[in-house]
């Protein structure tokens, strides 16, 4: 069964550090999302990527992030500074019509 | 922005319990999903609602989407120790990306 999968599973960086999570959408998808959930909190969206631009993002998406999708299997997010309270499971996600599958996430944590 | 209310927080059951959990919005919602999430995973698509009203069965799980398309309930019936997790309701947005609004959680505990 095909599968979205996320790299690194944990990342560990140093306050002001940029980090670059990756995911590998499922094939056929067109539709990719990025989320995060802070410790035992809710999981909020962060940003969707379509027909390669940002369809939509939150508040929680300002200047310090991007997305990219650099080749045709790969999508990316970059924080290029990251703070403390980045610290967060990050989970990517793809559909093609109607729901949203979702990766088994990359637990960052920043010192 | 938009919110949904998920109830209650937490449930400490016994196994063969049935289980109800809850989620209400302010906002309508033209879809209505209900999610698992193990520790240290991402979560899981347990059911997708689509119509108000409609009521939809997935093994022991049922769940419904309120007429007023701004809740929905989620039962387990007779529950088993492999239900152990926490439960997200999600709201789909109508148009543009179609992003999931995620409720808060409710974390399931299954005593054998």
């Known amino acids: 069964e095909p599968e979205v999968t996320q790299t690194p599973s944990h990342q560990v960086t140093q306050m002001g550090q940029e980090v670059i999570l990756r995911c590998v959408p499922i094939?056929?998808?067109?539709?990719f999302y990025w989320y995060r959930q802070i410790l035992g909190q809710k999981v909020e969206f962060l940003v969707s990527?379509?027909?390669?631009?940002?369809?939509?993002k939150s508040e929680i998406f300002d200047d310090q992030f991007s997305v990219e999708r650099p080749d045709g299997s790969n999508f990316t997010l970059k924080i290029r500074s990251t703070k403390l309270e980045d610290s967060a499971m990050y989970f990517c996600?793809?559909?093609?019509?109607?729901?949203?599958?979702f990766g088994p996430g990359t637990r960052l944590t920043v010192l | 922005g938009q919110q949904l209310n998920q109830s209650p927080q937490s449930m400490f059951i016994q196994e063969g319990e049935d289980v109800s959990m809850n989620c209400t919005s302010s906002?309508?919602?033209?879809?209505w999903l209900w999610y698992k999430q193990d520790p240290g995973e991402g979560p899981v698509l347990l059911i997708a609602?689509?119509?108000?009203?409609e009521l939809t069965s997935n093994g022991r799980l049922t769940a419904q989407f309120g007429i007023t398309r701004k809740d929905s309930f989620l039962n387990i019936s007779a529950s088993i120790p492999s239900d152990v997790g926490i439960y997200f309701c999600?709201?789909?947005?109508?148009?543009?990306?179609?992003?999931?609004?995620f409720g808060k959680g409710t974390k399931l505990t299954v005593n054998p």
């Open positions: 996600a793809s559909r093609a019509a109607s729901w949203q599958f």
């Open positions: 094939s056929n998808h067109l539709y």
């Open positions: 990527f379509y027909n390669n631009e940002i369809s939509e």
């Open positions: 999600a709201g789909r947005t109508q148009g543009g990306s179609e992003k999931l609004v």
């Open positions: 906002s309508i919602f033209n879809t």
């Open positions: 609602l689509y119509k108000a009203g």
